[in-house]
């Protein structure tokens, strides 16, 4: 393989493993607004706390595996209080009530790993059997960005699962279409939104986790993956998990390949894709009309 077509594959895995990134963070997002009608405009922040909380827990224990699986479980757990305790008190205000509220949110949190960690950036390591390269076929690819996608991948395929081939899958689609009725069979559906709420946080924070070897963690780190999140949600489909894993996948490569063939354009490339998307199809790619 000539070092051109290598290095179209490079950036192809590059752009793969942000984009997968994104989706876990825009699965988060687009699966609490999708069941539960929420706009969470501290969804970003919650992404970003669960990486301080990675390096807290590597400065503890050096140990990336227990920072990996109990930074993004804490964050979830702060998830669920802020859905019981906050949330549902703004409920009756509507969408209103939910953008104030988390946007104050996500601010209290920015300045309090400001306060926490300082404002430099703080380094994560992975171990060194994930560092490196790889030889696939005849190419070395990163072993870490491989990891990134592996544990994606196998994310995405357990929420398919849990969404559309269990009871409990059933029970969160039935509540989202007719919550009374749920209600009136016996399930108690502000917990199972509750529950939902969480798990949208944790894979936010799962998102944190997987990214902050990569992007070092640091106060802006939110407002760096935020925005192409958002954006991923709004053309994707509000409420589809297909259109987040899609659009994901397309803005990672937008990102990596604009940086490589067009840098000064490449700040604004994933933008320009969502206005034209948007302008055809104003609901997304799969979202409906209501």
């Keep these: 393989m000539d070092a051109t077509t290598a290095m179209y594959v490079a ?13 876990l963070l825009a699965s988060g997002l687009t699966l609490i607004f999708g069941m539960m009608g929420i706009l969470n405009m501290a969804h970003a922040s919650f992404f970003m706390l669960s990486a301080y909380f990675c390096y807290q827990f590597q ?36 969408h209103i009530g939910q953008l104030i509220l988390t946007a104050g949110l996500g601010l209290i949190i920015l300045e309090g790993v400001k306060v926490i960690w300082g404002t430099e950036s703080k380094p994560v390591l992975v171990p060194t059997y994930l ?5 696939l076929a005849g190419m070395e690819y990163p072993v ?5 996608i592996g544990i994606s991948l196998i994310l995405l395929i357990i929420l398919s699962l849990i ?11 039935a509540a989202v279409s007719d919550a009374d009725m749920v209600n009136a069979l016996g399930i108690n559906v502000p917990v199972v939104f509750m529950t939902v709420f969480g798990v949208g946080t944790w894979m936010a924070g799962v998102a944190g986790v997987v990214i902050s070897p990569i992007l ?12 192409d999140a958002f954006i991923v949600v709004c053309v ?5 998990i297909g259109g987040a894993l899609l659009v994901s996948i397309i803005c990672g490569l937008l990102n990596s390949y604009g940086v490589q063939f067009f840098s000064q354009l490449a700040p604004i490339l994933i933008f320009i894709f969502m206005v034209v998307v948007l302008t055809i199809r104003p609901m997304g790619l799969f979202g409906e009309r209501e």
């Design 11 to 23: 950036q192809g895995i590059h752009g793969l493993a942000y984009g997968m990134v994104l989706f």
């Design 59 to 94: 400065i503890w224990t050096g140990n990336f595996w227990l920072a990996l699986l109990f930074a993004p479980v804490i964050t979830g757990f702060f998830g669920i209080l802020v859905e019981r305790f906050l949330l549902r008190k703004v409920q009756r205000l509507g």
């Design 131 to 135: 560092q490196g390269l790889v030889n």
């Design 144 to 148: 870490y960005r491989l990891f990134i």
């Design 163 to 173: 969404l559309y081939k269990t009871r409990l899958g059933m029970v969160v689609r």
């Design 216 to 227: 070092t963690v640091f106060p802006g780190l939110a407002d760096q993956v935020g925005m």
């Design 236 to 240: 994707g489909g509000f409420g589809s």
